[in-house]
């Protein structure tokens, strides 16, 4: 199973870019699927989360700027992100909960990460 990370790139304050994230490969299903960003020298943090059932969580800082949403027909996950600030300056990652067949155990898979710059 692999992850694909795309739609990451240079824009400016208050503009608004939309990342998304397939995954591809033999699987049964996909659970949560979350997104983070880091900071280099930084640890990774959680920016947004996307359940099964659709429930969504979002960090307070991006709360009314970012959406996070799913397409379980092209196993993809999206974080359009609108009112773009200086401090949202990052490598994006996407990371997917992952079960590869009836009554495996889930495992969690990172995508390769997508720079996000945005300029003052």
């Known amino acids: 199973v692999q992850l694909a990370e795309s739609g990451g790139g240079l824009v400016q304050t208050g503009g608004s870019l939309r990342l998304s994230c397939a995954a591809s490969?033999?699987?049964?299903?996909?659970?949560?699927m979350n997104w983070y960003r880091q900071l280099p020298g930084k640890q990774r943090d959680l920016v947004a989360r996307?359940?099964?059932?659709?429930?969504?969580y979002y960090i307070d800082s991006v709360k009314g700027r970012f959406t996070i949403s799913r397409d379980n027909a092209k196993n993809t996950v999206y974080l359009q992100m609108n009112s773009l600030k200086p401090e949202d300056t990052a490598v994006y990652f996407c990371?997917?909960?992952?079960?590869?067949?009836?009554?495996?155990?889930?495992?969690?898979?990172w995508g390769q990460g997508t720079q996000v710059t945005v300029s003052s």
């Open positions: 996307i359940r099964s059932d659709g429930s969504t």
């Open positions: 990371y997917v909960d992952i079960k590869p067949s009836i009554g495996a155990l889930a495992y969690d898979l």
């Open positions: 490969g033999s699987f049964y299903s996909i659970g949560t």
